[in-house]
């Protein structure tokens, strides 16, 4: 049991290029998130998604795009990388709160640099 | 806006040495609670929660928590840290109804443990 992948580990950017992280959970969860984590800002919410074919916008979405089309996938998409957008990346994953009160499973994270 | 707030951004300590991390939060309504650990390289775990019940909450390694709604706070506590407890520690809220499960977490406190 893998619990959530996320892939790849490391990446290097030149600013404009454009990239997808991917995260898979084989956990059957319903809810799958994507995170930032900057120095001395916690980590911060991009973008959600509640279900298969579904996806919302959390607190810094701007200059990324996500894809749910798989309920085991969620994608996250730089279409052009910007040097602000150096951060390390987390997947999460949760069931709903009614059943799992939102404890949500993280992946080991990515480590993006955009130069 | 709802948000939390982490007092000590960096905390090193000796072995031994008691710990309190403090964490208040900002909503009015029902709350769940959650402090995570990011030990070095790995991903974000989660050392306890809270949901309803006992305010005070227990969880892995030694680790306590005493959720306080009257100062809206839910701070950490070890009666004494040893070497491997130096890590990055996020204290989370999400509220305890709705239904996208969203965490909002605080800055962070990293605590370096002196053998």
């Known amino acids: 049991n893998a619990g959530v992948t996320q892939t790849p580990k490391f990446r290097v950017l030149k600013t404009g290029q454009s990239m997808t992280l991917l995260c898979a959970q084989d956990?059957?969860?319903?809810?799958m998130y994507w995170y930032r984590q900057d120095p001395g800002m916690g980590l911060r919410l991009i973008h959600y998604?509640?279900?298969?074919?579904?996806?919302a916008k959390g607190e810094v979405p701007d200059g990324y795009n996500v894809s749910r089309l798989k309920k085991q996938n969620f994608l996250l998409g730089l279409e052009s990388a910007a040097p602000s957008q150096t951060s390390v990346y987390f997947c999460?994953?949760?069931?709903?709160?009614?059943?799992?009160?939102?404890?949500?499973?993280f992946g080991a994270g990515t480590r993006l640099s955009v130069l | 806006a709802q948000s939390v707030s982490q007092h000590n951004h960096h905390v090193i300590l000796s072995e031994a040495a008691s710990l309190e991390l403090g964490c208040n939060y900002s909503?009015?309504?029902?709350?769940?609670l959650f402090w995570y650990v990011q030990y070095p390289g790995q991903h974000l775990q989660l050392l306890l929660k809270?949901?309803?019940?006992?305010?005070l909450v227990k969880g892995i390694k030694g680790f306590e928590a005493e959720f306080i709604k009257s100062k809206f706070s839910f701070n950490l506590r070890k009666p004494s840290v040893q070497w491997s407890d130096t890590a990055e520690y996020f204290c989370?809220?999400?509220?305890?109804?709705?239904?996208?499960?969203?965490?909002?977490f605080g800055q962070g406190t990293t605590l370096q443990v002196k053998p």
């Open positions: 999460a994953s949760s069931q709903p709160l009614q059943l799992a009160k939102n404890i949500q499973y």
């Open positions: 956990m059957n969860h319903e809810y």
């Open positions: 998604s509640v279900g298969e074919g579904t996806t």
């Open positions: 909503y009015g309504g029902t709350v769940n």
């Open positions: 809270y949901f309803s019940g006992d305010p």
């Open positions: 989370a809220v999400t509220p305890g109804s709705g239904n996208t499960g969203k965490l909002i």
